[in-house]
C-alpha cells in the first residue's frame, strides 16, 4: 500500500524566512497530494493541494511543487510569520481509493 | 454549513467500558472517514464509507472497534471494552469525491484510565 514519508520532523526558522517540508510518496498510481495545518489542540485543516496533473501551485505565500518521477513534493512557506507555527502534515491519495495517507508531521516554529 | 460535528469532545472512562463517538458529515458528503491520531502513530485511517457503506476496514486495529453508518447524516465509532492504549484523538472528516476536500470535525478527545 501507499507509504508516506515527510521530513524533517521539526523545523525552525527565525520570522520572514523560508520553510521548506518535503514528502516522498510509494505509489506511482497516487494522483492528489494535500498539505494540512493543525494547530495545537484544533483539527488538520487543508491549506494547499496539488494533483498529479500538475508542477507547482501557489496561495499567497504558500507554494507547494510535485515531481512525479522522483515521487516527491514539498510545501514552500515564504516570508514565515508567527502564526504560520503548527504541525503539518503532507498526504497522499493513491489511484482512487479514497483513502487520504498522511505522512508522520512536520512541527514548524517560527521565532519573532 | 455547520461543518463536520463529532460529540462528545472529551470522553473520560474506566478500562472495560464501552465508549461511543458520534460524527455528522457535512451535508451532501457521501464519503464519511475516521481517524485516530496518537504521538507514536500520527494520523491513521481506521475506515471509510461511501454512501453509507464500508468500503475499507483494514486499519480497524482490532475487534474491539466497529463503526456503523445507519444513514447518509450519521456514523458511529464504537470500543467494546476500552483499553487505556485507545487514549488517542478521533477524528471524522467527510468529503464529496474520494481524492479531494476532506473537511475534519474537531475530534473527540478519548482518555481510558
Not at chain 2, 475487534?63 to 484523538?89: G, Y
Amino acid at each position: 500500500g501507499e507509504n508516506v514519508e515527510q521530513h524533517p520532523s521539526t523545523l525552525s526558522v527565525q520570522e520572514g524566512d523560508s520553510a521548506v517540508i518535503k514528502c516522498t510518496y510509494s505509489d506511482s498510481a497516487s494522483n492528489y497530494f494535500p498539505w494540512y495545518k493543525q494547530e495545537l489542540g484544533k483539527r488538520p485543516q487543508l491549506i494547499i493541494d496539488i494533483r498529479s496533473n500538475v508542477g507547482e501551485k501557489k496561495d499567497q505565500r504558500i507554494a507547494v511543487t510535485l515531481n512525479k518521477t522522483a515521487k516527491h513534493f514539498s510545501l514552500h512557506i515564504t516570508e514565515t510569520q508567527p502564526e504560520d507555527s503548527a504541525v503539518y502534515f503532507c498526504a497522499a491519495i493513491p489511484g482512487n481509493t479514497g483513502k487520504l495517507i498522511f505522512g508522520q508531521g512536520t512541527t514548524l516554529q517560527v521565532k519573532p | 454549513d455547520a461543518g463536520v460535528i463529532q460529540s462528545p469532545r472529551h470522553e473520560v472512562t474506566e478500562m472495560g467500558q464501552e465508549v461511543t463517538l458520534r460524527c455528522k458529515p457535512i451535508s451532501g458528503h457521501d464519503y464519511l472517514f475516521w481517524y485516530r491520531q496518537t504521538m507514536m502513530r500520527g494520523l491513521e485511517l481506521l475506515i471509510y464509507f461511501n454512501n453509507n457503506v464500508p468500503i475499507d476496514d483494514s486499519g480497524m486495529p482490532e475487534d474491539r472497534f466497529s463503526a456503523k453508518m445507519p444513514n447518509a447524516s450519521f456514523s458511529t465509532l464504537k470500543i467494546q471494552p476500552s483499553e487505556p492504549r485507545d487514549s488517542a484523538v478521533y477524528f471524522c472528516a467527510s468529503s464529496t469525491v474520494p481524492t479531494y476536500g476532506y473537511t475534519f470535525g474537531s475530534g473527540t478527545r478519548l482518555t481510558v484510565v
